[in-house]
């Protein structure tokens, strides 16, 4: 759902971006130079976990080629039916670390706040593509969130999550950091996004400067998962997060036909060292429903990272790492 207010009267340019959505098939063909026939391998028109797509994105998409590596985040497919032993609802197993409705809490010392269920784009392996947003973001919004964490002088770092909490406005955003910034025992904050590589207009000067506030070092996590990812727009916002004294972070999952070769993976870690930004986490897939088909064995991912060591300094290979149930943190495989 994409449902945020705009700030003031003045709609920004990236919310216009935001609402210009693709959510029908054979527009995305049409817009693609597309043939149905040459998506025969399985596209699905009728997914409960539908087409949702800014025009922005698709600019970035090879047109006529059914084997895109954007494409294939974005476009449903038959095999997100199939019922895989092992792959779930919610693969994290998320909903028993979830004290009061809004907060995830697994980590020592650190919560995360479920902010909105609103992404701009909906990627076809998304590990929360079923997860229960109604029962988190009703009633008081987050009120209870807020309230717990005033409560605990333990947590001393805060993760901005969602969906996607870059879809919420300026407006929006600064009314809840404000909340979070009357909390003294809160010294870091961290937001994972992938809004800004959607959408990179997302990253507005208000937006920099909010996220720059003296109150504490603020890290920006993106999600990123293939160099064409990276625009040129993209790279100049970061430069001035940089600037600003902003961390800038990204995480990528491996993905089948996506980026699960040496070339791709080397690619993406230097255009995000271009745009200033470290690799940090590639992510093996979390264990959802509907995504099996992206999943690249522990053999084949141990392998890639072995060829990225070979060709790139350290400081721009990412972790290899999985997140497991129970675990007290993520599970690094390679780093």
Not at 61 to 86: C, F, M, S, T, Y
Not at 213 to 219: H, K, N, S
Not at 289 to 300: E, N, P, W
């Amino acid at each position: 759902m994409i449902t945020q207010e705009a700030d003031g009267w003045q709609v920004p340019e990236w919310r216009r971006q935001q609402a210009d959505l693709v959510t029908d098939l054979d527009q995305l063909c049409e817009l693609l130079e597309l043939d149905r026939a040459d998506l025969a391998a399985g596209a699905d028109p009728a997914s409960d976990f539908p087409l949702r797509v800014p025009r922005a994105y698709l600019d970035r998409i090879e047109k006529g080629n059914p084997a895109d590596p954007l494409l294939r985040q974005v476009l449903a497919h038959r095999d997100e039916r199939r019922e895989v032993p092992g792959y779930g609802p919610d693969p994290l197993d998320e909903s028993a670390h979830t004290p009061v409705p809004g907060v995830l809490h697994k980590y020592h010392g650190r919560a995360l706040l479920v902010v909105t269920g609103a992404c701009a784009v909906h990627c076809r392996y998304c590990f929360r593509r079923h997860f229960p947003y109604q029962t988190h973001l009703s009633g008081g919004r987050w009120r209870a969130a807020l309230d717990w964490l005033a409560r605990r002088e333990d947590i001393q770092e805060v993760i901005l999550s969602g969906g996607d909490p870059l879809t919420l406005s300026n407006g929006r955003l600064r009314q809840l950091l404000d909340e979070l910034a009357a909390l003294p025992h809160l010294r870091r904050l961290r937001v994972h996004t992938r809004t800004p590589v959607v959408l990179p207009a997302r990253l507005d000067q208000e937006l920099v400067e909010l996220l720059a506030r003296p109150r504490w070092r603020t890290t920006v996590v993106f999600h990123a998962n293939h160099a064409r990812e990276i625009s040129p727009q993209l790279a100049m916002a970061c430069a001035d997060l940089g600037a600003a004294g902003v961390t800038l972070l990204n995480q990528s999952v491996l993905l089948a036909g996506v980026n699960d070769d040496s070339d791709a993976l080397v690619a993406l870690s230097e255009a995000l060292h271009e745009a200033r930004v470290l690799p940090y986490y590639l992510h093996q897939l979390d264990a959802v429903a509907g995504a099996a088909h992206f999943a690249v064995d522990d053999r084949r991912a141990l392998a890639l990272v072995r060829e990225m060591r070979g060709r790139l300094p350290g400081f721009l290979v990412p972790r290899l790492a999985r997140e497991e149930p129970g675990e007290d943190a993520k599970t690094v495989l390679a780093g």
